[in-house]
């Protein structure tokens, strides 16, 4: 019997854009019956965060900043470019809508139910000053570059998004 | 006989220092024997653009303003870092001449002459609002993610740019 | 014996995050035991370069203005978002610390340490107007895409950073 073909995406960027960019490559992975690691790191744990979340907690105040700073959660992503205060995003969203393509919080839903494994990069996460309640329930591990290598040099397709 | 060896770029990025370095890539690949794909989506996609296009056509609001944000066509590219209102892009354009290296436009010249094949994301162009008509005659397909991967699982080197 | 695992990286981007996370997956492979070649690219060329230099020597204006704008050196490297004139590089920095994380200057010696190849990109010096001793003593190799594809079609895993 042939293995089972995979890849693995890092998703460093919180961008709207490339976040669905990586969303649209798993879930078509996945539907192939590809198995399919993303590992978010960076920027890229916004996606996968709870929301934006003010509670002080043990943060120092250094790490607080950055939480504020990296402002999580997949609903409030926005355009790499032509932003433009909100409206790049809203008018690419409304797009999306009209041509019945899935937002990025129902690529995220997608990629669970074809079972899409979400790692949260552990280094990443202490610079962020993030802790592993901040993100949603759907994160399988977390774990460093480490894991993601060993994935790496064995998937047929690894990307740095 | 030995295989020919492969090469698929995923071009999301519409800089011109980005599309350089993808056109840089894949013409040097071609030279050496591999087997290129170009896979353009999203701001990729403004490289391989007729030029910035004002017609309404069928066209709704929405779409024509993610035209007139995206504003296609190689010429037109810019920096993606120090672009200076135009000072750095026009300084690297004249360093680039001197040095006799490929413009853009001359970049895809060439990689249309040693076989390098272009591929449009369909999705990205539903989302920006773009259609056949508005790309260059040298497009040989329209596809989308599940095309890409097909030949990305069988390539020994894919990158994202 | 099985042959030694390898991989490649791109490094396109002068952004401090980019680096941090491509030196971070260097280390990491170079320890799994992994053959690891960094190819070091347009405004990732600034990660090597020995810090700014004014001088002006045989530069055209132009090569000049360029090696301003550039402005290299690993520990003048900022972050690609949230900057914020300098308090985000400044606080992520603090965390990393706190952390015991290596900064990007330790990031480079242990790469180095561990046996990690520094390819700089001939074509991409040329287009910023730097020169061979512009660059820290580290540099194994000035190439062009040619060796870098030769190297990236034998590796396991290849990232565009």
Known sequence: ??????????????????????????????????????????????????????????????????????????TSRKLSKMNMGGVGTRTMKGLMKRFKMPSLTEGIAIAREQGVRFIACTTSMAIMGLEEKDFIDEVDEFAGAATYLALATKAEVSLFI
Chains 1, 2, 3 share one sequence.
């Open 1 to 74: 019997m042939a293995e089972q073909e995979s890849m693995t995406l890092i998703l460093f960027s919180g961008d709207l854009d490339k976040a669905l960019a990586a969303f649209n490559l798993a879930n078509t992975g996945a539907a192939m019956g590809m198995r399919v690691d993303i590992f978010f790191t960076f920027w890229g744990l916004s996606v996968i965060e709870k929301g934006r979340h003010f509670d002080r907690g043990r943060k120092s105040p250094m790490q607080y900043m950055m939480g504020l700073m990296n402002g999580g959660g997949a």
